[in-house]
């Protein structure tokens, strides 16, 4: 029989060594599991990415899921605004001593501009000197001149489809918020409206952002063939979302080389799960490792929400839940695991324990050092 000791505010009771065994057989295998689903998403064909995970979030958490996503329904990009006409000289425009003006996709303009003011600046064609350069300076700025009078023109066919887009948007939001009405049809039909306004207005975006691939694409050959197809530099999606309004969190999230809220996520669900595992496989702050993998289990259980009536159900493949998903029951465990000293068998934390964390544990919450010490 395993002993388990305990102080005077604890229940005492005993256990053998084949339940030790299982529960850390338990702690390897829930591990093993969270270490393996983190590193499976460092694989870049898999080209893993937390919107996937929240953009399907449903039940009533699903709009607070929705917010960690910056303009994940593409809105904020279509914003179309006025802007003057420059002539090939650099100047502005003028009919009749005004202005002209006209229409273009103002987010994505910025960006465009951003990126090849940054391209000329690189390949030293900003202040061109040799003949060559003057030469390449002229054809990047006749492609980029090219794409902007496309992306201009574009904002002016479509302002009416997109403005008329963003009204219906409007008065679905209104009155998804003033109808109580939670039936399985009407449940359908929201869900069904939302997905189709996003599609649509992904029809515009997943254009624009293709055109800024091809403005990419194009001045990069002038340097080389070699980088003819090069894509991806053009940032539209807003970068930083929720963590602008946090202070010094934007700073913080550069300094360690991320570049956005999106990759930020995406890099905390990578290396939190393979951390997770890996201290769980070797039983190494177990409790703490626990903890984080219930954290990280709630928020799956709330977007995926195992709820009968709530639309849309678990795929039949999944399996068929009433509260109890295969997520709480993991979730469960891991609170289990997370109650008993679990990472002192067969684990590191047996030598974190008996080299300075027991006093530890006893100045900051004397409870937990009563739980179960082997002997």
């Known amino acids: ?88 000289d650099g100047k502005t425009v003028q009919k009749g001593g005004k202005k002209v003006q006209t229409k273009t996709f103002i987010v994505y303009e910025k960006a465009w501009q951003s990126y090849f003011d940054n391209f000329m600046q690189t390949h030293g064609l900003d202040q061109p000197e040799a003949a060559e350069s003057k030469k390449l300076a002229k054809e990047a700025q006749a492609i980029f001149n090219r794409y902007l009078a496309s992306l201009r023109e574009g904002a002016v066919n479509t302002a009416g489809e997109i403005k008329a887009l963003r009204e219906s948007r409007q008065r679905f939001d209104e009155t998804k918020n003033s109808i109580r009405n939670d039936t399985a049809s009407e449940q359908k039909r929201r869900w069904d409206a939302a997905g189709k306004y996003r599609s649509e207005a992904k029809t515009y975006t997943k254009l624009l952002t293709n055109m800024g691939n091809g403005l990419q694409s194009d001045l990069n050959r002038l340097i080389t063939p070699e980088l003819a197809g090069s894509q991806g530099a053009i940032t539209t999606v807003p970068e930083w979302g929720q963590l602008a309004s946090i202070p010094g969190a934007v ?110 544990m006893k100045k900051i919450c004397p409870l937990c050092a009563c739980s179960s010490e082997t002997e």
């Open 1 to 88: 029989m395993n002993n388990i000791s305990v102080n005077s505010k604890c229940t005492p009771f005993r256990l053998c060594y084949c339940a030790v065994v299982l529960v850390v057989l338990l702690r390897i295998a829930i591990g093993w599991h969270y270490f393996y689903e983190g590193i499976h998403k460092f694989d870049p064909i898999e080209e893993f990415s937390a919107e996937g995970f929240l953009g399907v979030a449903k039940g009533p958490t699903a709009d607070f899921y929705y917010a960690m996503l910056p303009d994940f329904d593409g809105f904020a990009r279509l914003e179309i605004a006025d802007v003057d006409v420059l002539g090939d």
């Open 251 to 360: 700073t913080l999230m550069k300094m360690i080389g991320i570049r956005s809220q999106m990759e930020a996520m995406d890099k905390a669900v990578m290396y939190g799960l393979t951390a997770i595992g890996i201290c769980m496989m070797i039983g190494f702050c177990n409790r703490l490792a626990c903890l984080g993998g219930v954290i990280f289990l709630i928020n799956v259980v709330l977007t995926t929400f195992p709820v009968p009536g709530v639309h849309p159900a678990l795929p039949s493949a999944v399996g068929n839940f009433m509260f109890v998903s295969k997520d709480v029951v993991e979730m469960i465990a891991m609170l289990f695991l997370a109650s008993i000293p679990a990472g002192r068998w067969a684990g590191l934390d047996y030598y974190l324990y008996h080299f300075g964390g027991k006093k530890i």
